[in-house]
C-alpha cells in the first residue's frame, strides 16, 4: 500500500507528462509489429498494459481533481453527456461499475490472452478460451442491460477522461499571482474585475486560474469568446437527467441490443458447428449484426409516423460506432479468405514489383505485411466484441 501511494503521489507530480508518455509508447506499439520474432506479441502485451494502466492513472487523476475542486460531478451540466452517464451508473449501483471495469480489462487483454494460450496451449485451447470469454462478456452485458432498466449499452464501459492532468501539476503560489496580473478596476466603481482571458482558457494560451469561475470550466480551452458563450448554452441535451440521456428501449429495441449482445457468441458457436472454412459462421453472424442495427433503429423511430429518429446524442454515436464496427467482417471468416485477401495479395505484389509506385504505396504494403498475421490468426483482433 505504501508502495502505492508513493507511486500516486509521483503521478500527481508529474501529471502534466502522463498523456504524452502514454501517447507516445502507444505509438510505439504500432510500430513493432513485423520488426523481430514474436514482435506481435510483444506489442499486445504493450497495448494491453498501457490500457490497463491508464484506467488505474484515470481512477488517481480523477481522485485529485475532486480533491482540488477541479472536478465536474457527476450531475454537472458542465460534464460531458457520456461521463455524466456513466457515473451516474456508477454512482448508482457498485455493481454496474465493477462489471463495466472488468469488461474495459477484458477488452484490453483478450487479445494479448488469446495470443498466450495459443502459443502455449495450441488451437484446441485458444477456441476454448475464446468461447468462455465471450460467455463471460455476454452475460456481464446482459446484466449490465437489466441494473440500466434496458437501456443501450454504450462504449466504453468506463469513464472517460476528463481531467487535464497539467491543471493537478500547476506549482504553488500559480494561481495568486495570476489573479494579481489578470484583473482590471472600474474606474466609476472602484470594483475589482476579472479581465475575460483570465477567466476563460483560449487557444490554451491563458492561465487556467480564473477569477469569479470554477476551476474545473477554468481548465477546458476554447477558441474564442463566443465559443466559450455557446458553450454555456443550456441546451435540451445537457438539461436533461443523466438517466435520460439513453432512453428505455422498447420490446422491438430490447430485442435489437439482445441480439448485438449475443453476436459474438452466436458467431462462435456457428464456427464450432460448420466449422471455420464455412460461410455459414461469417453469413450468420452478418444477419444477427444486420437485424440487430435494423431492430434499434426501428424501434427509434417517431410513433406518429414521422420517419424523424427520437435517439439522444449518445444513443445515436454509439449506434455509428457499432455500424462501422461492421467493417471489421471484410477481415473475417470465408469473406477475407475468397475477396480481401486475394486483392490485399494483388496490391502487395502489384506495388513491390513497380518502382515508382513502391516509393509511393511502400509504407501502405509493409503495413499490410505486419498487421496481416494478426487479423488472420488472432479471433479476437478482428472481433469487435
Not at 97 to 125: C, D, F, H, P, W
Not at 138 to 145: E, I, N, P, S, V
Not at 224 to 235: A, H, I, N, R, W
Request: aromatic letters at 12%.
Amino acid at each position: 500500500m505504501e508502495l502505492l501511494k508513493k507511486y500516486e503521489d509521483f503521478l500527481i507530480s508529474n501529471a502534466s507528462q502522463i498523456t504524452g508518455i502514454e501517447g507516445t509508447l502507444r505509438s510505439l506499439t504500432y510500430f513493432l509489429p513485423g520488426r523481430f520474432h514474436d514482435a506481435e506479441f510483444a506489442s499486445q502485451a504493450l497495448f494491453a498494459a498501457l490500457n490497463v494502466l491508464g484506467l488505474y492513472h484515470d481512477t488517481i487523476l480523477r481522485k485529485a481533481a475532486k480533491s482540488q475542486g477541479k472536478l465536474p460531478s457527476g450531475d454537472n451540466i458542465d460534464s460531458s453527456p457520456f461521463n455524466k452517464y456513466t457515473a451516474h451508473w456508477f454512482k448508482k449501483s457498485s455493481v454496474y461499475k465493477n462489471i463495466s471495469l472488468v469488461l474495459s480489462v477484458i477488452s484490453y487483454t483478450q487479445v494479448v490472452l488469446e495470443m498466450a494460450v495459443t502459443k502455449k496451449l495450441g488451437k484446441r485451447a485458444k477456441w476454448r478460451l475464446v468461447f468462455g470469454v465471450e460467455l463471460l462478456k455476454a452475460m456481464l452485458r446482459l446484466t449490465l442491460l437489466k441494473l440500466t432498466k434496458e437501456r443501450m449499452l454504450l462504449n466504453p464501459n468506463h469513464l472517460q477522461r476528463d481531467v487535464d492532468p497539467a491543471s493537478l501539476s500547476t506549482p504553488d503560489g500559480y494561481q495568486a499571482q495570476s489573479v494579481e496580473a489578470k484583473t482590471w478596476k472600474g474606474k466609476k466603481t472602484g470594483l475589482v474585475h476579472p479581465q475575460m482571458d483570465a477567466a476563460i482558457e483560449l487557444n490554451g494560451n491563458a492561465k487556467p486560474e480564473s477569477n469569479g469561475f470554477t476551476p474545473a470550466e477554468a481548465q477546458r480551452k476554447y477558441g474564442d469568446v463566443t465559443e466559450y458563450l455557446m458553450s454555456k448554452v443550456l441546451t435540451p441535451e445537457r438539461l436533461r437527467k443523466p438517466e435520460d440521456t439513453v432512453s428505455i428501449l422498447n420490446r422491438l429495441g430490447k430485442l435489437g441490443e439482445v441480439l448485438y449482445i449475443l453476436r459474438p457468441l452466436i458467431y462462435v458457436l456457428a464456427i464450432f458447428k460448420y466449422g471455420r472454412y464455412s460461410w455459414r459462421p461469417w453469413l450468420i453472424s452478418m444477419i444477427v449484426e444486420s437485424a440487430s442495427q435494423a431492430a434499434i433503429t426501428r424501434s427509434f423511430t417517431s410513433p406518429y409516423g414521422s420517419t424523424k429518429s427520437t435517439m439522444t446524442a449518445l444513443e445515436k454515436a454509439e449506434l455509428s460506432r457499432r455500424f462501422n464496427q461492421m467493417w471489421y467482417n471484410v477481415l473475417r471468416g470465408q469473406f477475407y479468405e475468397r475477396y480481401t485477401r486475394p486483392r490485399l495479395e494483388k496490391f502487395c505484389i502489384a506495388t513491390q514489383d513497380r518502382f515508382l509506385i513502391s516509393i509511393v504505396a511502400g509504407n501502405i504494403t509493409g503495413v499490410i505485411r505486419d498487421y496481416q498475421p494478426l487479423w488472420e490468426k488472432v479471433y479476437f483482433y478482428t472481433s469487435a466484441s
